[in-house]
């Protein structure tokens, strides 16, 4: 199993980007996928996560109404489109992909695979 994500790089306050990550080795449309990120110095968090089934997203409250995941099943692929970046945002961001039960969405446990990561850095 292969996750790689890209997309990542140096942009200003308010600007955005999209992060994508394309899969492989794995049943795709049978996972939950999320982005988690990790700052220099903090544990890695939880950012977004969309289940596998139906359209059910979740967000952590600091990029609701900024950051948007969606996945293309046909393409492996799940993205995470950042707007109105900020500088706490900074970050590398790493996708995941994991067959955990809801409530686990939001759990690093609740993740089997992971991406190498993509750095996003915000300048004020």
């Known amino acids: 199993v292969q996750l790689q994500a890209s997309g990542g790089g140096f942009v200003q306050a308010g600007d955005s980007l999209r992060l994508s990550c394309v899969a492989s080795?794995?049943?795709?449309?049978?996972?939950?996928l999320a982005w988690f990120r990790q700052a220099p110095g903090k544990e890695r968090e939880f950012v977004a996560a969309?289940?596998?089934?139906?359209?059910?997203?979740l967000y952590v409250d600091s990029v609701k109404g900024r950051f948007t995941i969606s996945r293309d099943n046909a393409k492996n692929t799940v993205y995470l489109q950042m707007n109105g970046l900020k500088p706490e945002d900074t970050a590398v961001y790493y996708c995941?992909?994991?067959?955990?039960?809801?409530?686990?969405?939001?759990?690093?446990?609740?993740?089997?695979?992971w991406g190498q990561g993509t750095q996003v850095t915000v300048s004020s």
């Open positions: 995941a992909a994991g067959l955990a039960i809801y409530s686990e969405t939001m759990a690093n446990t609740g993740y089997n695979y």
């Open positions: 080795g794995l049943a795709f449309s049978r996972y939950n």
């Open positions: 969309r289940r596998w089934s139906g359209s059910r997203t």
